[in-house]
């Protein structure tokens, strides 16, 4: 079975300002890398900031926050939400 999914892409606070958006709805035929996904959503967004916004941001896939694991070996199934935080400022 080839049929597309999607995986939902979340931004937010700074990394939404850079974006533009408040998300991206990723195409994928199956499972994909969160170094993968990141690659594919960064070309999205080429004239801004967004690249080094992303680069600092915390990352959950689904509720599961990524930490410091290797974005080329965290797995990202089709239907997920993916959400990239950028560090918060203030108390």
Known sequence: M???QVIRVR???AA???AGTAEDAV???GPVTLADLTSDVVRRHPASR???VIAVCSVLVG???VGSRDPAVVV???GSTVEF???FAGG
């Open 50 to 52: 967004f690249a080094d």
């Open 85 to 87: 935080l950028p560090p």
């Open 16 to 18: 939404r300002s850079a």
């Open 27 to 29: 195409s994928v035929s």
């Open 76 to 78: 990202v199934p089709p």
């Open 63 to 65: 509720d599961q926050p």
């Open 11 to 13: 931004y937010w606070a």
């Open 2 to 4: 080839s049929e597309t």
